[in-house]
Each structure stands twice: as C-alpha cells, then as structure tokens.
C-alpha cells in the first residue's frame, strides 16, 4: 500500500475558544494578532465584538464565545485576534489561545458528532480525534454566514427545531 500524497493532507492553525479546540486550515489564516482595540457597533448582534483598524482597513471581529453560547471571557484584553481571509474580505475571530499548526489526513476527518450542539455544529467541516482531545474543524465560509445571520432570536429558533 502506498504512502498518501500531501494533497491528503491539510494544515491547521489550532486554538482555543472557552475549553473548545479549533481548528481553521492555515491557507485561512491571515494573521495572529494580540490585544488589539475593538471598537463596539451600536445596535450590532451579539456576535458582533466590534471593528478593529489594521493598518487602516477596518475590519470586524466576530466573537466566537458568543456564537458558540460559551460564557463571556472574564477579561475582554486578553482576547487574540485571528484575521481570516474570506469571499468577502478579511474577518477576525477572538480567541482565547492559540495553539500549534497540526496536519491532518483528509481520511481522519470525521464528520461531527450528533451530539454536538447545533450553535456549534452549523460552523463545523468536522472533526479529528487527536490524541488527548477532540479537534472541531471549523468551517471559516458558514462560520461567517452563520455570524451574519445571527440575531437575538437565533437561540430560540434553534431550541425550535
């Protein structure tokens, strides 16, 4: 049997958002980025933390504790901010912590498990079982639609289904 090619394989920028392990293909990722100042949006949905300046383009930032219904960071500063490049632009994503680049074989991404909560999963291209802990793959495309999407009703209409 022969050795898989690297095109079965992508790289994956790791981190942590409120005990949950992600993972964004690194092609994704633009740039990390420490204690950045978000600026609040008047009347914006939750999700939305703010707009960040970099280097002149404003930017939004998403934040994914709210998204995903984890309990708000306890101190906002520490938050990191992780630039994707999307369709429709750049966008970050805070997080807790970033972690290491990891490589993954296409044949160990799973898709997510049923009992994975909804918020989560609608954001998610898998999972990959690492070795102490379960890698959630995120979908950086639905991420952001999900985000756009996202109203204060969002969590009631999902108890609904």
């Known amino acids: 049997m022969s050795a898989p090619n690297s095109s079965d394989r992508n790289q994956y920028a790791t981190f942590e958002v409120g005990g949950e392990y992600l993972g964004i293909r690194v092609l994704q990722v633009q740039e990390v980025l420490r204690r950045l100042q978000v600026t609040p949006v008047p009347l914006a949905p939750p999700v939305v933390a703010g707009l960040i300046n970099l280097r002149g383009q404003i930017i939004p930032a998403l934040e994914l504790r709210r998204l ?94």
């Open 68 to 161: 995903f219904h984890l309990d708000e960071r306890t101190d906002p500063e520490q938050a990191l901010s992780v630039v994707l490049r999307t369709d429709a632009g750049a966008v970050t994503v805070q997080v807790d912590d970033i972690g290491d680049v990891v490589e993954i074989e296409s044949t160990a991404v799973q898709p997510p498990p049923l009992h994975v909560e909804a918020h989560l999963k609608r954001c998610l291209s898998g999972v990959c079982q690492m070795k102490d802990r379960m890698l959630l793959l995120l979908d950086v495309a639905r991420t952001v639609d999900v985000s756009a999407a996202y109203s204060p009703n969002t969590e009631n209409e999902l108890k609904r289904k």
